[in-house]
């Protein structure tokens, strides 16, 4: 098992930054890698940005360009950090991962998420 803990949400002005982090409880970012997912009221939860075990980085069409997914492996942690924000882009953010248990099952990973508030 492993438990994931989002923090650095908060309320924030268009057009600022903010930077959200995952807090892994053993080392799964390095190995297997992870995500950020948001989830706006009404809408269905969707992908922002991956990274995985070999570095490679995808974001959503939404937000590339400013926004950028990283880790720190010693720390087991992932970031993402985002800039120019938009009112749109209010939701909470959810990190990712997931592994393949000694029996084939795949296993999901999700925090708890944290709310990210962007003001107009």
């Known amino acids: 098992q492993v438990q994931l803990a989002e923090s650095g949400g908060g309320l924030v002005q268009a057009g600022g930054s903010l930077r959200i982090s995952c807090l892994a409880s053993?080392?799964?970012?390095?190995?297997?890698?992870g995500a950020w997912y948001r989830q706006a009221p009404g809408m269905q939860r969707e992908l922002v940005a991956k990274i995985t075990s070999g570095g490679s980085t995808n974001l959503a069409d939404s937000v590339k360009g400013r926004f950028t997914i990283s880790r720190d492996s010693a720390k087991n942690m992932l970031h993402l950090q985002m800039s120019s924000l938009k009112p749109e882009d209010t939701a909470i953010y959810y990190c990712h991962s997931s592994e393949v248990a000694s029996n084939g099952d795949s296993i999901d990973y999700w925090g708890k998420g944290t709310l990210v508030t962007v003001s107009s």
């Open positions: 053993r080392r799964i970012f390095e190995r297997v890698g």
